[in-house]
């Protein structure tokens, strides 16, 4: 794990050679640098030598499950919960040690987090009246907040006449009044009806776009992840998975784990035959992985369901073999259908049908079909040595 | 846009303040712990050790538990302490319970009115319903031959005043538990054709049954520290509560009265400890599903618990009602004409009304004092990120007077405050050490109220105010406190009526010209004056009622008038 | 935060202020007392009439508990002065040492049995009360109780459970009549007395005016009682003969005396000036029959005439002495059976 989170850093924020060492100054562009950073609770630790640099500007999302640490890492960026090693600079600045107040940072969080008994504007201009503002200067920040979020005439009202949506608009006024140059939002839309959810997501990321405020996301969301964000972290269990553009994280998943939780994606257990080849079962199957994989390694496979071929698949194809339609599930644009081969029945596999195809192949339950895994989108994630193999095996 | 983009020139390092906003937090968590440690643990600490010295203060280890148990007559206390309190919680219990189903799950009308004459007691000092028994069942007693013979004086009347005064907790618990079911387990069961006294088995029983534990255990300690009842009408019947009070204040003796203290606390600690393992236990118990149970009308049942309820809320009344009549009797038996002499205490009482106000004074300062305190501890111990472990520490000793009874804790503050090098000794019989003795008493009841309306607050806006470079105090004045203000306001109620009715902690402290209403009470009936001491004992009972009623009015001014961001229209 | 501040400051000034101010003009002297709770207004009264700039701070409680206290506060004595309280407990203090001796200007004008006669003098007799019988007739005719005229009559099976008399531990009634009988019929002849009359006893109260006022009230048929509450009650129109019984009746002597160690010494000694004076002694002889002063005497009604003829010779330093020894076999023969009884 430990090599695969320096590539991923190295990836994510090309720096010369040399500059990678956890203390070193970061990149000129860097807004946010992580380094080193540790978090345990007890025997439980949370976060395990975190790297990361974020550039200014940028949009940055933390994705993963529950309690896989990225929630404890934005809230240690925002000084909220401290860490027991590491270190955090935000805009040039060494804040390891500075208390939240210090770090020049907004926040909106899951709950909204705005208080009941103050009104629209009270609630938008609170960070405001505590530094002393002539008032109607306060007052036209407020307005103006109000009108970037969209919510132009509600400033009379209290938080809880509106809706959630609303209420996590006025949430973003309120932590955007007082131009902080990091913004983080902790799990905003969660608690948000889906179309709401949908609406905001949307709202949010033209909102930074047109401010250019530096923000991070932290979400569970991986559909919101890859729609919103500029770069993705993918963390589990304390440690950054990977790190890349949507795109990246989707296509080249660096770990069977981000594989597994971005996107959807069918797993055969296989062992290395030869470069470029594996065997799954009893069939074997070419793979275009430029890595020198040894012989006799045991690996995972893996397979996004839409990158099942079976329009015009000739049986002479490269790894074109007969299925089985066990089961098909219906999920409106499309269906995923579960595909057994006929002569291998370890190779089981989801593929995914769009309505048209649906139509034109006649999928149906019990039907064989004629399909192909295309050698680039097969993605091997090797996980053993095969010595541990035989040592494990006897 | 532009406006927004600015970084503007305010956005500067304000390390320096908020270093102070931690060391303020420090201080405050340092000073909350200190005070709870000089109301709360030293005390308790000084009863301990007194426990174990001679009336010399010389150290003689067990010697004291030893002359203790050797000695017959306090022995018997002991038993006699168990057997009451086993025998008026067998009787509140299902009286409770019955009362508490009737009130949730039955259609019967006018609940509220049932409910409020089942706290009545709440408002009197335990003494009352003692009095008022004397004047029913007294060898003068209207009712008397309802007795067959047999004495109040003694086991019989401490159950029944007892019975009357643990009623209003007991209902509390069992309401609370009978409220919180899940209307679905009943339409199964329902569905499944299930008899009504099955259904009572199988799903309110099972149901309740931690409320019912809670509740018995909560009768049970009461009864075996209340002090009041036993001295007014337990006669020649000695219990614990009655033998503590006759070593310190009859024999001045200390060492002995600081064992029945520790003897006191046993069924008192144990019962705390069984209540917190059955609320660990009863998480989840419901789940966030249930839909809550609304019951049909049922003619037969709601007719039998109607009854039920006039009898028992009628009883209540009638039993305060008593002792209220009784103050207003000019020589009982013989001279039944109504008079307004017993409330001219200066004829009973070396200083005349001064107790009452006296009681006034002390209750006032404690709910005063007691509510920004104990409101600004539980903000320090729920809110606070510095001094983690100082918080927790201020949290054990908040909780401890739960366990505490109070004539234990005011047996402590006599031996604490009065002991020779202890420079508060000052404080000594002062009124500032009686509500300071109160507050410490009910510390524990108000603490969690403020600690669950705290909770009930979203965990972020302190992070918010810190992100927006507002300080914790400026969020607790202009949001918390506003948020918190119907939980101030209970705790503030409650500190009052509970300081304004308490006998048993102050008993031993009251100094010259400190005395409290009830406790003058307690000495007009000693000296044989009752009707004086029902008289007072009414006093306090108008007192503490009215001061509920503000506080329903005020409770509802504050929701119309202040409070309207709770209200979703407007 | 500040409202709440300032609110709680107010409350605290309200709470001290007020007596502060009070305590910088007067000096405060606290009395503890085993007076009855009727007579401390007048008393206070009538002291800080007669001397000026005093403060009268009054503890009240039963003898045997202002007595018990004195004794436990001995290290750290918080009363200036003890008034009205058993002369025999008075003795034992001087006994200890706890008393700060001082004759009163004008003490050789009281009856010589009312003076500490034997130096240093430590304490000043105010008034003598005694144990009385209070029979309630109407109760009695109902239970047939017959009327008692000795001691032994109360030991009848007509009054089992239907008595009731003060707790000698915490009452100086209690312990002058307990010191009475055995005083007067010998220990060994007292304690079988006392044995037959416990299991006639319904309650031993904790104040010795109790009983009778249980007794007037119907609540007993015959209570064991301080003179003068008898007296009261059968005024206030209550059913009862106020007896003293053929052999003579216990009595003790009430006594001021100042505290060795007070800070108020001086206040202290006027005032135990004024305890002496003719005056005092008519503001005793409102609520006593007999006073320490010659010649005032103010027989209040219904107080029984033979009183003065039926005291018996009471030996204080024997009361005093045998004080603890009494107490504790006492207990032991009475209080271990605190089963209820009627």
């Known amino acids: ?394 | 846009m532009s406006a927004v983009l600015q970084s503007s020139e305010d956005v500067l390092p304000t390390a320096r303040r908020f270093i102070t906003e931690q060391r303020v937090v420090a201080a405050l968590v340092g000073l909350l712990c200190l005070a709870l440690l000089v109301a709360i643990a030293l005390p308790l600490w000084a009863l301990l050790s007194k426990s174990f010295l001679n009336a010399d203060g010389g150290f003689v280890g067990l010697a004291n538990f030893a002359r203790y148990f050797a000695t017959p007559a306090l022995v018997q206390s002991l038993i006699n302490s168990v057997m009451v309190a086993s025998l008026a919680t067998c009787i509140v219990v299902p009286l409770a319970f019955t009362y508490a189903y009737a009130l949730t799950r039955s259609c019967i009308p006018a609940k509220g009115l049932f409910y409020a004459l089942a706290l009545l007691p709440i408002f009197a000092p335990s003494l009352l319903p003692a009095l008022s028994f004397i004047y029913i069942f007294g060898n003068q007693g209207f009712l008397k031959d309802l007795l067959f013979g047999a004495t109040i004086y003694g086991p019989i009347g401490i159950v029944m005043a007892q019975v009357f005064y643990c009623l209003p907790h007991a209902t509390m618990i069992l309401v609370a538990a009978l409220a919180l079911s899940d209307g679905r387990l009943y339409e199964a069961a329902a569905a499944l054709g299930t008899t009504r006294w099955r259904v009572f088995v199988t799903v309110t029983l099972p149901g309740a049954r931690y409320g019912v534990v809670s509740a018995a255990v909560v009768v049970f300690t009461l009864v075996v520290t209340d002090f009041g009842i036993p001295k007014v009408i337990g006669g020649q019947f000695a219990v614990l509560a009655t033998d503590a009070y006759k070593q310190v204040v009859g024999q001045q003796n200390f060492s002995m009265g600081a064992v029945v203290g520790m003897v006191l606390l046993v069924p008192a600690v144990l019962a705390f400890l069984v209540e917190q393992i059955l609320k660990r236990r009863q998480v989840a118990l419901l789940s966030a599903r249930a839909v809550p149970y609304a019951p049909r009308p049922e003619r037969r049942r709601d007719a039998a618990l109607l009854l039920f309820c006039i009898l028992v809320g009628g009883l209540v009344a009638s039993i305060l009602g008593v002792a209220v009549w009784a103050s207003f009797i000019k020589y009982w038996p013989y001279n039944l004409s109504l008079t307004l002499s017993n409330y001219d205490f200066a004829e009973f009482e070396p200083d005349g009304w001064q107790p009452y106000f006296n009681s006034l004074k002390m209750a006032g300062l404690t709910a005063l004092i007691g509510t920004p305190v104990i409101f600004l501890g539980a903000y320090l111990i729920e809110k606070a990120q510095a001094a983690a472990l100082g918080r927790f520490f201020a949290h054990f000793l908040a909780m401890l007077p739960m366990a505490v009874p109070g004539l234990v804790l005011g047996l402590g503050y006599v031996f604490f405050f009065n002991a020779p090098w202890n420079p508060l000794g000052a404080l000594y019989g002062t009124i500032a050490v009686l509500a300071l003795n109160s507050l410490a008493h009910f510390y524990t009841v108000a603490h969690i109220t403020a600690v669950t309306a705290l909770k009930q607050i979203d965990g972020e806006f302190e992070s918010v105010s810190a992100s927006l470079k507002v300080p914790f105090w400026t969020t607790l004045r202009r949001v918390t406190v506003p948020i918190c203000m119907p939980s101030l306001l209970d705790i503030a109620v409650y500190l009052f009526v509970n300081a304004m009715t308490t006998v048993s902690a102050v008993i031993f402290l009251y100094g010259p010209g400190t005395k409290l209403a009830s406790i003058a009470v307690v000495h007009m009936d000693e000296a044989g004056a009752i009707a004086a001491a029902a008289a007072m004992a009414t006093c306090i009972v108008v007192t503490a009622i009215a001061v509920k009623l503000l506080h329903l009015l005020l409770d509802a001014v504050l929701l119309s008038r202040l409070q309207r961001w709770r209200v979703r229209t407007g | 935060m500040r409202r709440w501040l300032l609110a709680a400051g107010a409350a605290i000034a309200l709470a001290f202020g007020s007596g502060a101010a009070d305590a910088q003009q007067r000096t405060r002297v606290t009395i503890y007392t085993a007076l009855e709770n009727e007579q401390l207004a007048p008393f206070k009264q009538a002291i800080e009439a007669a001397v000026p700039g005093v403060e009268v701070v009054w503890v009240r409680d039963s003898t045997g508990v202002i007595t018990a206290r004195v004794i436990a506060e001995r290290e750290n004595p918080r009363a200036d002065m003890i008034m009205g309280l058993a002369a025999s407990s008075l003795l034992m203090f001087e006994g200890m040492n706890l008393l700060e001796p001082y004759t009163p200007a004008g003490v050789d004008a009281l009856k010589p049995a009312f003076r500490d006669s034997a130096p240093p003098a430590t304490w000043t007799g105010m008034d003598a009360y005694l144990g009385v019988i209070c029979f309630n007739t109407t109760e009695a005719r109902r239970f047939n109780a017959p009327m008692p005229a000795t001691w032994q009559d109360l030991t009848k099976p007509e009054f089992r459970g239907r008595l009731v008399m003060p707790h000698p531990a915490s009452s100086g009634t209690g312990y002058l009549m307990v010191a009475m009988w055995l005083q007067q019929m010998g220990e060994e002849a007292g304690w079988r007395f006392m044995d037959a009359l416990h299991e006639n006893m319904a309650v031993y109260t904790h104040s010795g005016s109790a009983p009778c006022v249980q007794a007037a009230r119907g609540e007993r048929v015959a209570g064991i009682s301080l003179d003068m509450r008898g007296a009261r009650e059968r005024t206030q129109g209550a059913p009862i003969e106020v007896i003293i019984p053929a052999e003579g009746t216990g009595w003790d002597m009430e006594a001021t005396s100042i505290v060795r160690g007070t800070r108020n010494l001086e206040a202290a000694r006027r005032i135990a000036d004024w305890v002496a004076t003719r005056q005092a002694n008519e503001l005793y002889s409102r609520f006593y029959a007999v006073v320490a002063y010659p010649g005032v005497t103010n027989t209040p009604a219904n107080y029984p005439a033979n009183a003065e003829a039926r005291m018996f010779p009471n030996n204080f330093t024997w009361m005093a002495d045998n004080r603890e020894r009494i107490l504790a076999e006492w207990s032991r023969r009475y209080e271990s059976k605190a089963a209820p009884r009627n």
Request: proline content about 6%.
């Open chain 1, 1 to 394: 794990m430990t090599s695969l989170r320096f590539e991923t850093v190295d990836a994510a924020a090309p720096r010369p050679a040399g500059a990678s060492t956890a203390g070193a100054s970061a990149s000129p562009r860097a807004y946010l640098v992580v380094r080193g950073l540790t978090r345990r609770f007890g025997a439980f630790t949370a976060l395990d030598r975190i790297d990361l640099e974020v550039r200014r500007g940028e949009f940055v999302c933390f994705l993963g499950p529950s309690g896989c640490g990225k929630t404890t890492l934005l809230r240690a960026i925002a000084g909220l919960d401290r860490q027991d090693e590491g270190r955090i600079e935000i805009g040039g600045r060494d804040v390891s040690h500075a208390p939240p107040a210090d770090r020049d940072f907004g926040i909106v969080f899951q709950s909204y987090a705005l208080f009941p008994n103050l009104t629209v504007d009270d609630n938008v201009a609170y960070g405001l009246v505590n530094r002393r503002r002539p008032r109607a200067e306060i007052a036209a920040r407020v307005k103006e907040l109000l009108a970037l979020v969209g919510l132009p005439d509600q400033g009379a009202k209290f938080p809880v006449q509106l809706s959630g949506g609303q209420q996590q608009r006025v949430a973003l006024a309120r932590a955007l009044a007082t131009s902080p140059g990091l913004l983080l939002l902790d799990e905003p839309l969660s608690a948000l009806d889906a179309r709401v959810r949908l609406h905001l997501r949307e709202e949010i990321r033209a909102l930074q776009n047109r401010l250019g405020v530096t923000t991070i996301m932290v979400t569970h969301d991986q559909e919101e992840a890859l729609a919103m964000a500029d770069r993705i972290v993918v963390m589990n269990h304390g440690v950054i998975e990977q790190v890349g553009t949507p795109e990246e994280i989707y296509r080249t998943p660096a770990s069977a784990f981000v594989a597994d939780f971005v996107g959807t994606m069918s797993f055969l257990d296989a062992t290395v035959a030869a470069p470029g080849e594996i065997r799954v079962g009893a069939r074997s199957l070419r793979v275009a992985d430029g890595r020198a994989l040894v012989p006799g390694c045991a690996a995972r496979v893996g397979l996004r369901p839409e990158d099942v071929r079976v329009r015009g698949v000739h049986p002479d194809d490269e790894n074109a073999f007969e299925a089985t339609i066990e089961d098909v599930e219906f999920l409106g644009a499309f269906c995923r259908a579960r595909l057994v081969a006929r002569d291998a029945p370890g190779l089981a596999l989801l593929a995914d049908f769009s309505a048209n195809l649906m139509r034109d192949v006649g999928v149906e339950v019990g039907k064989t079909l004629l399909v192909a895994l295309p050698p680039d989108a097969l993605r091997v994630f090797v996980r053993s040595s095969p010595m541990a193999d035989e040592a494990s095996a006897s």
